[in-house]
């Protein structure tokens, strides 16, 4: 089983034992394992959603959001979707062993700068049982075992998930022990697994700004942060109104309970009269509830746009609900953006280049869109196969954590008999 009932410091040690193996491992050996994985999963479709079905019908998921809901559900085609990322991780060229610089010293000692993996990297997530998969094999094409701690309520289909991965990796010839699963538990258990020096190399907690504040208090470990995404779309003075129609309603209705949905849509005071009547039906229509500010509800055309309060420009809502301001300037929308936004992913619509410049320039996020949905920051849209999370930090990581992110470097030295003076 890929649950046990070992304590977490005895799950974290078992796991760090496994990575030492799996840092010096073949790429052969590693895609064998992660084209094993692909195979498993396509062959297993009805007894990982038998699993998933369990969990859904459990009594710790009755009180979940619809957002929620969606993201512990798997269909069929979410499942070989799964698959599809495992093979397009394991096409992948392989990070570990890369020679990041090569050179002479003086004292005549070469010296190589080679990328190595973390170790063990623990993540903390919540309800989306895809994670398991996508964080296991971007952990183990990386050459680092992984402890996985998800929801409660979904511990039926990570258990399934992951005892797939782990027979996979057995398949292979590497150590099953390289993916582990800690069950959901309560607090104590978190800070447990946020404390373990020796043996985690890298916490990722996976979720919003509770779970953040919760491991800020305690983690004695690294943390990269893949938190919150309050993201916005700024509809300019010069922007083709039909795009950022089209932008607005995809960025927010195309999967509301994700970090790269929009929560804000801003528009310029110069096009709001013609541009918010349309945009608030199509949302109306989609079944989001709107709250704006007086501009915006003076505007919107007989469609049912509530007051907006302060918190509501800074809320991450996941769900089927969006704050619309209007702007008088790009200056003013940028102001806005850096105020209330998670530094995630932010849009602008226009057509001005130089509108795109002062806005990409401005803006402090970890990617910056011209034109476009933000809903393409996601390591898979990136060519990077999959994601670990997406990181608002800027130190090691920023945006969408694939591979390279999972690695770190070690200087290797060869010498002749050097000494120093």
């Given at each position: 089983?890929?649950?046990?009932?070992?304590?977490?410091?005895?799950?974290?040690?078992?796991?760090?034992?496994?990575?030492?193996?799996?840092?010096?491992?073949?790429?052969?050996?590693?895609?064998?394992?992660?084209?094993?994985?692909?195979?498993?999963?396509?062959?297993?479709?009805?007894?990982?959603?038998?699993?998933?079905?369990?969990?859904?019908?459990?009594?710790?998921?009755?009180?979940?959001?619809?957002?929620?809901?969606?993201?512990?559900?798997?269909t069929e085609e979410r499942v070989l979707a799964m698959a599809d990322g495992v093979r397009a991780v394991a096409a992948l060229e392989?990070?570990?062993?890369?020679?990041?610089?090569?050179?002479?010293?003086?004292?005549?000692?070469?010296?190589?700068?080679?990328?190595?993996p973390l170790g063990v990297v623990a993540v903390v997530y919540e309800a989306r049982p895809n994670v398991t998969i996508d964080c296991a094999a971007l952990t183990i094409k990386s050459g680092?075992?992984?402890?996985?701690r998800g929801s409660s309520y979904a511990e039926r289909s990570n258990g399934a998930l992951a005892a797939v991965v782990r027979e996979a990796l057995v398949e292979a010839g590497l150590p099953e022990d390289a993916v582990l699963l800690v069950a959901g538990g309560g607090r104590e258990e978190l800070a447990d697994l946020a404390t373990q020096e020796g043996t985690v190399d890298l916490l990722i907690p996976r979720g919003g700004e509770g779970l953040k504040n919760a491991l800020k208090d305690v983690a004695t470990v690294p943390v990269i942060y893949a938190a919150a995404g309050n993201?916005?779309?700024?509809?300019?003075?010069?922007?083709?109104?039909?795009?950022?129609?089209?932008?607005?309603?995809?960025?927010?209705?195309?999967?509301?309970?994700?970090?790269?949905?929009?929560?804000?849509?801003?528009?310029?005071?110069?096009v709001a009269a013609g541009f918010l009547p349309g945009?608030?039906?199509?949302?109306?229509?989609?079944?989001?509830?709107?709250?704006?500010?007086?501009?915006v509800r003076e505007?919107?055309?007989?469609?049912?746009?509530?007051?907006?309060?302060?918190?509501?420009?800074s809320t991450e809502y996941l769900d089927l609900k969006m704050a619309v301001g209007v702007v008088d300037s790009l200056e003013e929308a940028v102001d806005h953006v850096n105020t209330h936004g998670t530094t995630h992913s932010e849009a602008i619509v226009t057509s001005s280049l130089e509108a795109s410049e002062r806005f990409t320039a401005g803006v402090d996020a970890?990617?910056?869109?011209?034109?476009?949905?933000?809903?393409?920051?996601?390591?898979?849209?990136?060519?990077?196969?999959?994601e670990i999370g997406n990181s608002t930090q800027k130190l090691h990581a920023r945006g969408p954590i694939g591979l390279r992110e999972l690695t770190t470097y070690k200087y290797v030295v060869r010498g002749d008999g050097q000494v120093r003076e």
């Open positions: 089983m890929a649950t046990t009932t070992r304590s977490v410091g005895e799950i974290c040690l078992a796991a760090k034992r496994a990575s030492r193996e799996l840092a010096s491992a073949e790429t052969a050996a590693k895609d064998a394992a992660l084209e094993a994985t692909a195979r498993l999963l396509t062959e297993r479709v009805g007894e990982i959603l038998e699993a998933n079905a369990a969990d859904l019908d459990d009594e710790r998921a009755g009180g979940l959001t619809a957002a929620l809901r969606d993201r512990l559900t798997l392989d990070p570990i062993g890369e020679e990041l610089e090569r050179k002479t010293l003086e004292s005549g000692l070469d010296l190589r700068k080679l990328r190595v680092n075992a992984i402890v996985l993201c916005h779309v700024y509809v300019h003075s010069e922007a083709d109104l039909e795009m950022a129609r089209r932008i607005a309603y995809n960025a927010k209705v195309q999967r509301p309970g994700v970090c790269n949905a929009a929560e804000t849509l801003l528009v310029d005071a110069a945009v608030l039906a199509d949302l109306h229509g989609a079944g989001v509830e709107l709250v704006g500010d007086e501009r505007l919107a055309g007989g469609v049912e746009v509530g007051a907006a309060s302060e918190a509501d420009w970890a990617v910056v869109y011209t034109n476009a949905s933000t809903r393409f920051t996601d390591g898979f849209e990136f060519g990077m196969g999959a």
